[in-house]
């Protein structure tokens, strides 16, 4: 990927990010009320944006933060797919070896 299309990507993605944490943090809702999802839905795209980040801002992507954001992704998702074991899965990336993920291409 080219520098500037990098940076460009980065400026439109650090904009939709402080536009869905600021939306985030003004949300009212609390756990088990009637918008708890819709909260999470902005708490999903908070994170999703922060892979977005971290996949485009260097030449490598770091396996432990790919770790740590796809782990908060699929325990978020878990909310919204309860009949697809997503936690199993979640905790299944985190507890592996950092060792077999850096095979990983970027």
């Given at each position: 990927?080219?520098?500037?299309?990098?940076?460009?990507?980065?400026?439109?993605?650090?904009q939709a990010h402080s536009l869905v944490e600021k939306l985030y943090l003004q949300d009212p809702a609390v756990k088990g009320s009637a918008d708890w999802l819709n909260k999470r839905r902005l708490l999903l795209a908070d994170l999703s944006l922060h892979l977005v980040q971290a996949s485009v801002a260097g030449e490598q992507m770091r396996p432990e933060l790919l770790k740590r954001y796809l782990y908060s992704v699929l325990t978020i998702a878990q909310d919204f797919l309860p009949e697809i074991n997503l936690s199993h899965t979640a905790e299944q990336l985190i507890t592996q070896e950092t060792n077999q993920v850096s095979g990983m291409p970027n």
């Open positions: 990927m080219e520098n500037t299309d990098r940076k460009e990507i980065l400026t439109l993605v650090n």
